[in-house]
């Protein structure tokens, strides 16, 4: 168990909606990371916060947005869902601010588009 | 469960034998690298990762290896076990942005 918490495990949306995903790191971590993995792109970095404040965006649509909030947990909001964007979504933590040191990751929130 | 990559290479080792699992990564610039293991419906499980300024680092049955002049890393698993079947990825650290950059992932299976 790596410590992250991800919820809901499975979502079953239709397209045009908006869901959120959320995110509570492990205990003391500051860093929250959200990738994306899909069968033929592998994981993607989507956006990084650290204690509350936005640090790296990577290949995030502008449909999508995170905010990491005080209490450090961290949502991840999908808007007018694409089939496209049918993926598994996967929160990560870590103590510091750069990724160079071991990235904890949760088991994911599976988002199915249909 | 769940797959993760249905088009990802495919290493089939023996159980009991060494699996080696290979990784070019593409900066130069890079001054960290990891590797994840993945089994299906979980996340990626961190297994060992070196920096730049090594070239060999062991962990409990993995090793792994670093070779900067051909920008190329390998995980050596000892006495393969069925337990360690599942989809491996590198990644490094590029520098830019301070983000992970992580490789398309190889699905290692453990014969029996």
């Known amino acids: 168990d790596s410590g992250v918490t991800q919820t809901p495990k499975h979502l079953i949306t239709a397209t045009g909606q908006r869901v959120t995903l959320r995110c509570s790191p492990r205990?003391?971590?500051?860093?929250v990371y959200w990738y994306q993995q899909s069968l033929d792109q592998g994981l993607q970095f989507l956006i990084h916060?650290?204690?509350?404040?936005?640090?790296a965006k990577g290949n995030i649509l502008e449909r999508f947005s995170a905010q990491q909030f005080p209490d450090l947990h961290s949502e991840l909001n999908l808007s007018s869902l694409e089939l496209g964007d049918s993926a598994l979504y996967f929160c990560?933590?870590?103590?510091?601010?750069?990724?160079?040191?071991?990235?904890?990751f949760g088991n994911g929130t599976r988002l199915t588009v249909t | 469960g769940e797959s993760v990559g249905l088009h990802l290479p495919t290493l089939s080792v023996q159980e009991g034998d060494n699996s080696i699992i290979n990784c070019a990564y593409s900066?130069?610039?890079?001054?960290?690298f990891i590797w994840y293991k993945q089994e299906s419906g979980k996340g990626p499980q961190f297994i060992i990762d070196?920096?730049?300024?090594?070239d060999k680092r062991q962990g409990q049955r993995v090793t792994v290896l670093l070779n900067k002049t051909v920008k190329h890393l390998s995980l050596q698993i000892a006495a393969t076990q069925p337990g360690d079947s599942a989809v491996y990825f590198c990644?490094?650290?590029?520098?830019?942005?301070?983000?992970?950059?992580f490789g398309k992932g190889i699905t290692l299976s453990v014969r029996p």
């Open positions: 990560a933590s870590s103590p510091w601010d750069r990724q160079n040191s071991p990235l904890h």
């Open positions: 205990s003391g971590d500051l860093s």
């Open positions: 916060y650290y204690n509350g404040e936005e640090r």
């Open positions: 900066n130069s610039a890079s001054d960290y």
């Open positions: 070196i920096r730049s300024n090594m």
């Open positions: 990644a490094e650290n590029t520098g830019a942005n301070s983000k992970l950059t």
